[in-house]
Structure formats: structure tokens, C-alpha cells
């Protein structure tokens, strides 16, 4: 793998997104309702299958949500923890 995840020999392909991408509405049995979406970041294509020619293509894509509705109940205001800023995982 190259840098950034590119399979050496993949090319990256410009792309136009035909229509804004839809929000899916999801309602949580806990009452919560969310918003989700993908918006695509790039598309790469990278050869083609072996068995039948086509070409093979990499989406790389990330998920939007956005909360909608959330209970009372379900609302839990932390007390303000150190976050241990400037130092490392490793001792």
C-alpha cells in the first residue's frame, strides 16, 4: 500500500454526485431519533476482476449524524475530568 491507503497502481477518478445525497431518519427504541447520511470522499479505480473483466473500484466515504431527538433522560452532563493533554499512552 502507498501512502493514504492508494493501492499502488490505483488511479483516483474524478467524480460528480448526481444528487444530494438523502438523510435517513432512524428511530431508536430508547426514544432517540438520528439523522444519517455517506458522503463520498473519493472513488479510485483499481484494475480489473479476473473473472469477469469489470472494473474494480475503492469508495472512500464517511457517515454524517446528526441527533434529532434525544430524551431527557438520556441527557448526563459529566463533571469535567482531566484529559490528560500532553502526555502519552506510553510510559
Known amino acids: ?5 492508494i493501492p499502488p497502481g490505483g488511479e483516483l477518478v474524478e467524480f460528480e454526485i448526481d444528487e444530494e445525497p438523502k438523510w435517513i431518519t432512524v428511530k ?3 426514544g432517540s431519533v ?3 447520511k455517506m458522503e463520498i470522499v473519493a472513488i479510485m479505480r483499481n484494475g480489473n476482476d479476473q ?4 472494473p474494480m473500484y475503492m469508495v472512500q466515504a464517511t457517515n454524517i449524524i446528526r ?3 434525544v430524551p431527557k ?3 448526563k452532563k459529566g463533571e469535567k475530568q ?3 493533554r500532553g502526555q502519552t499512552l506510553y510510559r
Open 73 to 75: 433522560d438520556l441527557i
Open 67 to 69: 441527533m434529532m431527538k
Open 82 to 84: 482531566d484529559d490528560n
Open 51 to 54: 473473472n469477469t473483466g469489470l
Open 1 to 5: 500500500m502507498m501512502p493514504g491507503n
Open 34 to 36: 438520528i439523522q444519517i
Open 28 to 30: 431508536l427504541k430508547d
